[in-house]
């Protein structure tokens, strides 16, 4: 028997009359913040949203259920869970049929939004290659599903762990444009600049929301990155950042960690050596990118969604 996604009737209801609906991931919520900032930040987020007039959905999978919007108390659930698992692609097929719960990754957040017809996407920095990928093969799953599905992903550039410029390289070969949101420069996370520049810039939700109707309307398949920067008053110093990060990188391979660890380690350790003011950064990029994330949506007319 085929899973169905269980769509809340705030999100059906938004869909089935062509109102603008913002897609969130789950991770965040379960491996990206402790408790309770991972509570906060998750309704502060749907808040934003609102505070925009589109609608938010929380995607996540719990025990064994799709789920498209959750409700406070699914939030509040999956904020204290124990061994939630990361959901990309690869994970779906275990995670539903043992009836697990799950949180889903910037990739498998694409997939279920893609599927439930939700067009755009927030979420705090995409996956890409990293840093020693010419041996270690390591490159996020996020990158396909940009390249496959039809989303515009609002994100603070990609995450600053990451070789950059590699992943900028990926993307062009994928054929998925990056466009820089009032900057013509990659932003990396915790700070506004990272020395690459993007593919393109537009300066207003509406353009971005045209270059969607353009791009697709032609039967061009693929997604769109939108990097929008950390506001001014929270960005990091690059150079401090990068510190951290190399510091982080030299106790991972100290430890052996690998896969899907290393992300989530060297962001805690970055949290660590910064003193906490990388979780703050965080935070704020996530309400950043919600915010335009949404107004994008607003201007966003598919006619294409499905029920």
């Known amino acids: 028997m085929k899973p169905e996604l269980s769509i809340s009737h705030e999100v059906r209801q938004a869909l089935y009359e062509k109102r603008p609906v913002v897609a969130l991931e789950s991770t965040i919520i379960s ?13 502060e987020v749907e808040a934003i949203i609102r505070k925009e007039g589109a609608v938010p959905a929380t995607i996540a999978i719990l025990n064994g259920v799709v789920k498209v919007g959750l ?55 995409i996956g890409g290659v990293h840093r020693g990928a010419q041996e270690t093969f390591d490159i996020s799953r996020d990158l396909e599903e940009l390249s496959d599905l039809d989303i515009t992903v609002v994100c603070a550039g990609a995450k600053s762990i990451l070789d950059l410029g590699l992943t900028m390289e990926y993307l062009e070969t994928k054929g998925v444009e990056v466009i820089g949101y009032q900057t013509d420069q990659l932003p990396a996370f915790y700070s506004r600049i990272s020395g690459f520049k993007v593919n393109y810039r537009l300066d207003s939700p509406e353009e971005i929301a045209n270059l969607m109707k353009s791009k697709w309307g032609l039967g061009l398949k693929g997604g769109i990155v939108v990097a929008n920067p950390i506001p001014e008053a929270f960005s990091m110093s690059h150079d401090v950042i990068n510190q951290a990060i190399e510091k982080a990188l030299v106790e991972a391979n100290n430890k052996g960690i690998k896969g899907q660890d290393v992300t989530p380690f060297l962001l805690a350790k970055i949290k660590e050596i910064t003193g906490g003011d990388s979780l703050a950064a965080n935070i704020e990029l996530v309400y950043n990118n919600a915010r335009l994330a949404a107004r994008i949506a607003s201007y966003f007319v598919d006619g294409t969604y499905q029920i």
């Open 31 to 43: 491996h990206g913040m402790p408790y309770p900032d991972n509570v906060k930040m998750a309704k």
């Open 71 to 125: 409700s406070d108390e699914e939030i509040e659930y999956l904020a204290k869970a124990k061994g939630v698992y990361k959901v990309g692609k690869r994970d779906f097929g275990y995670v539903l049929s043992q009836k697990k719960t799950g949180a889903t990754t910037v990739s498998g957040t694409s997939l279920i939004a893609s599927l439930a017809g939700i067009r755009v996407f927030a979420t705090g920095g």
